[in-house]
């Protein structure tokens, strides 16, 4: 029979499981062979070859690299990686993995992280947060995570995640220590230590207490439907600025924002009177008006948020980690998860594949001469060679 036509009758997707493969790194010598004859200088050359992530390890810049990324950014912890990687062929334990992961934090992430630090403490707008962590090493049930980060009008976005045993305000000053800009927070004893930063108060905070104040089947005269209604008002403003430049939402703010604060706070002196103070509602009350001075600090500046929700969400991201690694053996263990997780969700922040920019960093660092602040200032995620690698 003749072939009379060809048309598709369907599509269907494949999957092609990954391969490991041995790389073995051949490394040639060379002499002169005139200079042999003669008895001259016999001199031997090597030819130079790409150092590896870690000395006497199988693991390579990009397997070390993936397995960071399963456990940090896809949540699977060391102890399920162990069956993945016997199924493709590597029989390895989960200590080994979370080996790499403690090795290459220390001789080539901590450095970039202290860069970043450096780097974050210089930018005029940032966020902060905290959330409990476990450690098995640990004398107290809770440790603690800390997040700072830039704001998001700065168009080089870190985020950082500090592990410390404590929750006081002596790890807010040893971290941010005589910081002068902008701090959104919210309204913990804690950041009220920091002598030098101006502290925003978050909205959000306020609006959630009056909102939870509300009464089932409540009216609209509700007092504390009114006062949620009053911040809600306020977000609605904002939605309608964001479009605009920090410059131009600095004057808009001075004329509808800043008077409906007031009226706000008249508001809350005016009904505190009728409250009871134990209430919800005497709560949400109280706590707006103690720190109202620090609520309208965001009038100040138009790169100001009204809430601190860009550290909460970064606070998020890191609970849906630990539902699934549940705790650390070790403080060394925890650092180290800070750490990764602060180069991560930063390169995320510059549109980076977080696996590709680890693994650039892994076969690239271990050939620099020395990992000082000049020669790291190459690697920062928002760098063009970063970006046209690790898009």
């Not at 016997?86 to 334990?93: F, P």
């Not at 070790?330 to 680890?358: C, M, N, V, W």
């Amino acid at each position: 029979m003749t072939e009379v036509g060809a048309y598709p009758v369907r599509k269907e997707l494949l999957f092609i499981p990954a391969q490991i493969k041995r790389l073995d790194h051949i490394q040639h010598a060379y002499k002169c062979l005139y200079c042999s004859s003669k008895n001259l200088n016999d001199k031997i050359i090597k030819a130079v070859v790409p150092k590896a992530p870690l000395n006497h390890s199988l693991g390579s810049a990009s397997i070390i690299a993936h397995t960071l990324y399963q456990k940090y950014e896809m949540k699977v912890p060391d102890y399920r990686q162990e069956s993945y990687w016997r199924k493709m062929g590597l029989n390895i334990s989960r200590q080994h993995l979370n080996n790499w992961g403690l090795k290459s934090t220390e001789y080539y992430f901590k450095p970039m992280y202290d860069l970043l630090k450096t780097k974050l403490l210089t930018q005029p707008v940032l966020h902060a947060d905290e959330t409990y962590y476990r450690v098995l090493e640990s004398e107290t049930a809770k440790t603690y995570y800390w997040v700072f980060l830039s704001g998001r009008h700065d168009k080089h976005g870190i985020t950082l995640y500090h592990h410390n045993p404590h929750r006081s305000g002596q790890v807010a000053l040893d971290f941010l220590g005589a910081y002068a800009g902008f701090l959104h927070c919210d309204m913990r004893q804690a950041y009220q230590r920091l002598p030098e930063a101006t502290l925003v108060g978050c909205w959000a905070h306020v609006r959630r207490k009056f909102f939870e104040a509300v009464p089932q089947n409540a009216s609209d005269k509700s007092i504390a439907k009114q006062g949620w209604k009053y911040c809600t008002q306020m977000f609605r403003l904002e939605k309608e600025w964001e479009h605009l430049s920090s410059e131009e939402r600095y004057q808009p703010r001075q004329e509808q924002l800043k008077p409906l604060m007031e009226d706000f706070f008249d508001w809350c002196r005016r009904q505190e009177i009728s409250v009871l103070p134990g209430s919800k509602l005497g709560r949400a009350i109280n706590y707006a008006l103690k720190h109202q001075e620090t609520f309208e600090h965001v009038l100040l500046d138009g790169r100001l948020e009204l809430s601190n929700n860009k550290a909460e969400r970064a606070v998020k991201s890191l609970v849906m980690r630990r539902k699934n690694w549940l705790f650390s053996q070790s403080f060394a263990g925890a650092q180290t998860s800070g750490i990764i997780l602060s180069l991560i969700e930063t390169a995320k922040r510059h549109g980076l594949d977080p696996e590709k920019y680890l693994n650039y960093l892994l076969q690239k660092l271990p050939n620099e001469e020395s990992l000082n602040s000049e020669a790291l200032e190459a690697y920062l995620p928002w760098q063009k060679e970063i970006q046209k690698m690790c898009k």
